[in-house]
């Protein structure tokens, strides 16, 4: 029974996010309340407030199987100044 419960838990714990999201809002009680259905369902939340806030938080590898992370930072950049 016990080793039931356990193997139950850990299928729960493995459906939790595990990752780290960055939203971006210009307002900060939105900001807020995008943040917590993440966070609390595990994710780490990195907020900002502007794209350029955004792009200061963007951390890649640099070596990445389908694009480099100096062309992907390049990509968001141009994505962002076209908004």
């Known amino acids: 029974m016990a080793e039931q419960r356990q193997q139950k838990g850990t ?10 999201i960055l939203p971006v809002k210009d307002e900060p009680a939105n900001l807020k309340l995008i943040r917590i259905m993440p ?4 994710y780490t939340v990195l907020a900002a407030t502007t794209p350029g806030e955004a792009i200061r938080l963007l ?5 990445r ?6 062309d992907l930072a390049a990509k968001v950049r141009v994505a962002l100044d076209c908004e």
Request: charged fraction near 35%; aromatic fraction near 0%; hydrophobic fraction near 20%.
């Open 65 to 70: 199987p389908e694009m480099n992370g100096r």
């Open 11 to 20: 299928t729960k714990s493995a459906q939790r996010g595990e990752e780290t």
């Open 59 to 63: 951390m890649t590898d640099v070596v």
């Open 39 to 42: 966070e609390k369902q595990g």
